[in-house]
């Protein structure tokens, strides 16, 4: 049974840091593209980051204050959040699938989420 778990949310001042892990079992995803998605209330879940065996890609909004990164079984992918604003507030979820997509209907895994609050 697969499963994605995600950890590291919580309160944070802007301008700080997190550090959010995903732990993932249940079959190999060294061949799985593992993306960060987040949904913020009344709003669509959206793209955040997503690595591949050889690439990492950022959503515009998070790109050079983010850093996706993993194993390369990618057991553990992580999502380092520096430079924290209050619009990063949302609930963040895990997700795979086998091809590479940035669109959140694509993925066939997801984790239960992880609440990210940024207190302005």
């Known amino acids: 049974q697969v499963q994605l778990v995600e950890s590291g949310g919580g309160l944070v001042q802007a301008g700080g840091s997190l550090r959010l892990s995903c732990a993932a079992s249940g079959r190999t995803f060294n061949n799985y593209v593992m993306g960060w998605f987040r949904q913020a209330p009344g709003k669509e879940r959206e793209f955040v980051a997503l690595i591949t065996r050889s690439n990492t890609v950022y959503a515009d909004s998070v790109k050079g204050r983010f850093t996706i990164s993993g194993d390369s079984a990618k057991t553990t992918v992580y999502l380092q959040m520096s430079g924290l604003k209050p619009e990063d507030t949302a609930v963040y979820y895990c997700?795979?699938?086998?091809?590479?997509?940035?669109?959140?209907?694509?993925?066939?895994?997801w984790g239960q989420g992880t609440q990210v609050t940024v207190s302005s």
């Open positions: 997700a795979a699938r086998r091809f590479y997509s940035t669109s959140y209907r694509d993925y066939d895994y």
